[in-house]
C-alpha cells in the first residue's frame, strides 16, 4: 500500500495557481498508481493553527474557527472543480486530530525527547501580553535585514527561534517590545543528528529537496515547540501554551489517514505504526526542511514510521514576475480561471506538462493558450475526434481482429515511458509520452488514408480503422490521470469504463468496439478570452501598485534627503548571496560601504568606474551580516534593476536637487 499526501494549505486565504502545482501533480501520480493496479491512500487537509489565522481573524471580526470554515469550504469547492479526489480532506482544529497530536506529543515527552526551558521572549507592556511570532517585528540577528519572529522572511530566509529576534517591536500597537523570562518546551532535535544523516541518505525524492536537507542537517538546533496563544492544540499539562503549529500540521497525515482507512475500510497503523507501506509526501520547496529535518525526527522519536519519498515542487512565476499576491503577480483559481469557464483539464495538463516538477513554473496566459490550442486540440483531441467520428459513421461497431503489431509495440513503449517517469517525479514525460503517441496516431491515420480506402477495399478500411481504435482507447487511457473530465466524455463514445481501467487495458485488443457518436473533446481558446484575463492581471498589478504609492510630501520634505552623485571604485559579490553586491562609493566628502540587492542585473566589473545616483543619509543597516552606508537608486523593468545615471560626467559629491 502507498500513502500519498499533500502540504496542507493553510485556511487563511483563497487558493491561487501556486497551491496547485503541489495538488495537481499529486493528484495525477495517484490515479496513474491506482491505473499501475497499486492500492492507494489519498489525503490531505486545512492547515488550521497558528499566528497569522489568529490576527486575520482578529482584524475581519471573525472567531478563528469561522474564519477557517470560509478557507476551508473554499479549498474543498476548487479541489471539487478541478477533479483532485482526495480520500479524506480534514482540518487540523478537529478533535480527532488534537487526540493524536496530544497523544505524539505526550510520548515524545516520556521518551525524553522533549524538555522546559527558560527563554527570553518579546512581551508588549502595552498589550501586556507576551508576542507569539508573527505579532513580532525586528532585525534578523544573522543578516541584519527586517525580519518576523520566526523567519527572516525579507533577508536571509534563515528560521528563528523564539526570543533570537533583536529591536522587538509589537506589531499590533508598534510599541518597543522588551525581553522577558517564560518557561517554554523544547525538543531535543540535536539528538537525531546521526539519525537523520543515515536517513536522508536513503531517501527516495526530488533532488531539490533531498539536496537542501542535506546541507541543513549539519546546523541543527534544538527547536521551540510552544507558543503563547490562545488558539491551538493545548501542550500537554501546561496552561496557557499551545503545540507550534508546525508540530501539529504534519500530524495531520496521521490523523487524515486515520480518517480515510475509516471510510476505506482499512489499518491506517499498518501504515503509521507496523511500516507496511510507502509514504509519499508532496510539498512545495519553501517546507522542505520542516519535512526533511523537524518531521522524520519527530516520527522517529515517537516510533512512527518515516517517510519514503518527498517530492518538492519547483517555485511558480506568473508572466515572468516572481510570484507576488500583494503586487498583482498572481492568478486566483476561483476568481481568474474557473469563472472563466474554462476547462480544469486544460490547467491540469499545463501544471504537469510546462516543465520538470522540480524546475520553476512560469505562469503566462499566452503560453497557457499556444499549449490548450496547439497541443491539446490540434494534436490529442484532432486525432480522437477523427478516428471515434469517422468509425462511427462508417462503421458503428467495429471487429477489433489484425490490429497492427506496431501499434501495439508503440503503445506498451508509450506505457514503459509513463511508469518510468511516474518513478522519477517526472510528470512532464509521463504527459509527453502519450502526447508523442497521439503525434504518431495523427500521422498513422492520414497515412493509411482509410476515408479513401472504404471506397474501394472496405475490409483494409476496417483494419485501419482497429488500428487507429486502439491508439485512440490507449491515448484516453494514458491521458486519464492527466485530464479526467475530457477523458471520461470520450471513453463514453467507444463504451470504455474509465474508472475501472489499468493502464495494461490499453494494449489489450477488444474482439468488437461498438461506438457512440463522439462529442467533440476541447474548446479552442479565443484570443479575446486571453486578452481579458491579461487585462485583469495588469489592472490587479496598477491596482496594487497604486495602494504602494507614497503620500505627497512637501518641499522641505525632500530637502531632508542627501542624494549625490557617487562613482563606484570598487564592487564585489556577497558570499552565500545571489542578489547582494557590496559596493565601494566615492560620494565626495568620503568613501561609503553600500549593499545593493542588483547582483543578479550588474556584474561587479560593470560597475567598478560607474557614476550613480546615492542616498547618503539613509539608516545604516546589516545585509548578511554587512554594513550598508546609503543607497543606490534604481529603476525596474520588466523585473530588473535599471540604475539611475547622470546624463553627463559630473563630480562625485555633486548634490541631486
Not at 522577558?180 to 539528538?191: A, V
Request: one cysteine or more; aromatic letters at 10%.
Amino acid at each position: 500500500m502507498k500513502l500519498v499526501t499533500c502540504g496542507l494549505p493553510y485556511a487563511n486565504g483563497k487558493a491561487h495557481i501556486g497551491h496547485l502545482r503541489t495538488y495537481v501533480p499529486a493528484d495525477v501520480y495517484v490515479r496513474y498508481l491506482r491505473m499501475a493496479g497499486e492500492d492507494v491512500v489519498f489525503v490531505c487537509g486545512s492547515d488550521c493553527h497558528g499566528t497569522p489565522i489568529v490576527v486575520n481573524a482578529e482584524q475581519q471580526g471573525l472567531s478563528p474557527r469561522e474564519l477557517i470554515d470560509i478557507y476551508h469550504n473554499h479549498f474543498i469547492k476548487i479541489f471539487d472543480a478541478l477533479d483532485i479526489k482526495f480520500d479524506y480532506y480534514g482540518r487540523t482544529d478537529a478533535e480527532y486530530h488534537h487526540r493524536r497530536t496530544a497523544e505524539i506529543v505526550s510520548r515524545l515527552i516520556d521518551k525524553g525527547y522533549i524538555y522546559p526551558k527558560e527563554i527570553m521572549l518579546a512581551y508588549c507592556p502595552k498589550c501586556k501580553r507576551f508576542l507569539p511570532d508573527r505579532y513580532v517585528e525586528g532585525i534578523c540577528p544573522h543578516c541584519g535585514a527586517v525580519a518576523r519572529g520566526d523567519e527572516c522572511d525579507q533577508g536571509c530566509g534563515r528560521h528563528l527561534e523564539p526570543g533570537e529576534i533583536k529591536e522587538p517591536r509589537c506589531k499590533i500597537c508598534g510599541s518597543k517590545a522588551e525581553f522577558r523570562s517564560q518557561k517554554h518546551y523544547f525538543f531535543k532535535l540535536t539528538e537525531f543528528r546521526d539519525f537523520l544523516e543515515d536517513y536522508l541518505s536513503s531517501l527516495k525524492g526530488t533532488e531539490n529537496a533531498l539536496n537542501y536537507a542535506r546541507n541543513w542537517v549539519k546546523n541543527l538546533r534544538d527547536w521551540c515547540i510552544t507558543r503563547n496563544l490562545e488558539w491551538g492544540v493545548r501542550f500537554p499539562k501546561e496552561e496557557g501554551l499551545v503545540v507550534y503549529v508546525w508540530v501539529d500540521a504534519p500530524i495531520g497525515y496521521i490523523s487524515f489517514t486515520e480518517k480515510a482507512c475509516e471510510k476505506k475500510d482499512c489499518d491506517w497503523r499498518k501504515i503509521w505504526i507496523d511500516g507496511e507501506g510507502e509514504i509519499i509526501h508532496f510539498i512545495g520547496l519553501d517546507i522542505v526542511y520542516h519535512h526533511c529535518i523537524f518531521w522524520p525526527a519527530m516520527l522517529k522519536g515517537a516510533d512512527y514510521t518515516l517517510p519514503s519519498a518527498i517530492v518538492a515542487s519547483g517555485m511558480v512565476k506568473v508572466e515572468g514576475k516572481t510570484f507576488s499576491k500583494s503586487r498583482g503577480y498572481v492568478v486566483w483559481v476561483e476568481e481568474d480561471y474557473l469563472k472563466s469557464n474554462l476547462s480544469p483539464d486544460y490547467l491540469r495538463y499545463y501544471i504537469v506538462n510546462y516543465t520538470s516538477h522540480q524546475k520553476d513554473l512560469n505562469f503566462s496566459w499566452d503560453v497557457f493558450r499556444e499549449k490548450v490550442n496547439n497541443e491539446i486540440i490540434a494534436t490529442l483531441g484532432n486525432f480522437l475526434y477523427r478516428v471515434l467520428l469517422f468509425a462511427w459513421k462508417n462503421f458503428g461497431e467495429v471487429n477489433m481482429e489484425g490490429v497492427d503489431e506496431e501499434v501495439i509495440e508503440k503503445i506498451k513503449e508509450t506505457e514503459k515511458k509513463i511508469l518510468t517517469a511516474l518513478e522519477e517525479w517526472e510528470f512532464k514525460i509521463a504527459s509527453d509520452a502519450f502526447m508523442e503517441l497521439a503525434t504518431y496516431g495523427n500521422v498513422y491515420f492520414q497515412s493509411a488514408k482509410p476515408w479513401e480506402l472504404i471506397k474501394t477495399d472496405r475490409e483494409a478500411a476496417r483494419k485501419a480503422v482497429a488500428s487507429c481504435l486502439q491508439l485512440a482507447k490507449a491515448l484516453i487511457i494514458f491521458a486519464y490521470p492527466v485530464m479526467p473530465r475530457s477523458m471520461e466524455k470520450m471513453a463514453r463514445a467507444m463504451s470504455l469504463d474509465i474508472e475501472h481501467c489499468r493502464l495494461s487495458d490499453a494494449y489489450s485488443v477488444d474482439s468488437v468496439m461498438k461506438l457512440d457518436k463522439p462529442e467533440v473533446p476541447f474548446t479552442k481558446i479565443e484570443d479575446d478570452v486571453i486578452e481579458r484575463l491579461q487585462k485583469i492581471m495588469e489592472k490587479r498589478f496598477m491596482g496594487e501598485k497604486e495602494k504602494e504609492e507614497k503620500e505627497e510630501v512637501t518641499i522641505e520634505d525632500f530637502q531632508k534627503l542627501d542624494i549625490r552623485i557617487g562613482k563606484v571604485l570598487k564592487a564585489e559579490k556577497i558570499k552565500k548571496s545571489k542578489k547582494l553586491i557590496k559596493l565601494i562609493v566615492d560620494i565626495g566628502d568620503e568613501q561609503r560601504q553600500i549593499v545593493s540587492g542588483i547582483a543578479e542585473d550588474y556584474k561587479p566589473e560593470e560597475l567598478e568606474g560607474k557614476l550613480v545616483v546615492v542616498l547618503a543619509n539613509l539608516r545604516p543597516a546589516k545585509f548578511m551580516g554587512v554594513e550598508s552606508k546609503g543607497m543606490i537608486l534604481a529603476a525596474e523593468k520588466d523585473g530588473r534593476a535599471i540604475l539611475l545615471t547622470p546624463e553627463k560626467d559630473v563630480d562625485p559629491g555633486t548634490r541631486v536637487c
